[in-house]
């Protein structure tokens, strides 16, 4: 997960603006924007100052990687959403009606 | 009584939607499905555009469904000042979430949305993973922590992908 996605959920939760966060922080507004979008990073100590101001924590704990799931989000992530839709109505017992062409 | 158990069918729901050009997100485990966390759910759960003319459009596509509330009171689209409404429709269960937990409505998750094609010709408008991601994080419910983590997960692991395919070109 990017920590600009992270500053991006805060603020959207706070129900603030980049330019209201921007103020909060004392952070360049183009910042945040360019850290929300991906194209940069911010720092560990920006992130948190930004998920502060927008009255959350983000409790940072060390924890056993899991990769257990990979697998099967892996083979799903390579299906259309159609097939996994199908998957799905497969799952509960039903198969849906062939796809018109 | 007990309820009568309706089939979930989530292309039902959709094409009837969409032939009454109803504006709407799909939020919850059906999106997140489409997505590709390989969940069961079965029901759909949708933010409808809280605009007149498209509440007006969405009261025929709900007729057209048979919908009725659960809870069995009348169902009133002009009083949908509850965060859920949920209703049973021919083709399942079906809810309505006009401003779901940490957004501000179908204009907020519009924007983020993409146009999910599944068959049938049924195409509609899905909330992204960053924001199925956002709503999950504001319900602040424990018992969604390994959904949300499983989205998460999903989310990384599509964005590795991406990088291995530019990185392949």
């Excluded at chain 2, 509440?55 to 000042?81: F, H, M, Q, S, T």
């Excluded at chain 2, 501000?104 to 519009?110: I, N, V």
């Amino acid at each position: 997960m990017r920590g600009g996605e992270l500053i991006r959920e805060a603020r959207t939760r706070a129900g603030l603006t980049q330019i209201e966060l921007s103020r909060l922080t004392g952070r360049e507004r183009s910042v945040l924007a360019r850290w929300e979008q991906g194209v940069i990073s911010p720092p560990v100590e920006s992130l948190l100052a930004c998920v502060h101001a927008c009255g959350f924590d983000l409790p940072l704990v060390l924890v056993p990687l899991d990769e257990s799931m990979d697998a099967e989000l892996g083979g799903s992530l390579l299906l259309p959403p159609n097939e996994r839709v199908r998957l799905l109505l497969k799952e509960l017992g039903r198969e849906p009606a062939r796809t018109r062409r | 009584m007990a309820e009568e158990a309706l089939v979930f069918d989530p292309y039902e729901q959709l094409a009837t939607l969409q032939r009454h050009h109803v504006s709407f997100v799909v939020i919850g485990a059906f999106a997140r499905v489409i997505h590709g966390t390989a969940e069961l759910t079965q029901g759909m759960d949708i933010t409808p555009s809280m605009r007149e003319d498209n509440v007006a459009r969405l009261k025929n596509g709900l007729n057209d469904l048979e919908a009725k509330r659960r809870d069995r009171r009348r169902l009133d689209l002009n009083a949908l000042d509850e965060p859920v409404m949920a209703l049973r429709t021919r083709a399942g269960e079906l809810k309505l979430v006009p401003e779901p937990a940490g957004t501000r409505g179908y204009d907020d998750l519009r924007r983020h949305a993409s146009r999910e094609s599944l068959g049938q010709g049924v195409r509609p408008q899905v909330a992204s993973p960053g924001d199925l991601a956002r709503m999950l994080g504001a319900l602040e419910q424990p018992e969604q922590l390994p959904t949300l983590l499983r989205l998460r997960r999903l989310i990384e692991l599509e964005r590795e992908r991406n990088r291995g395919w530019s990185h392949e070109r």
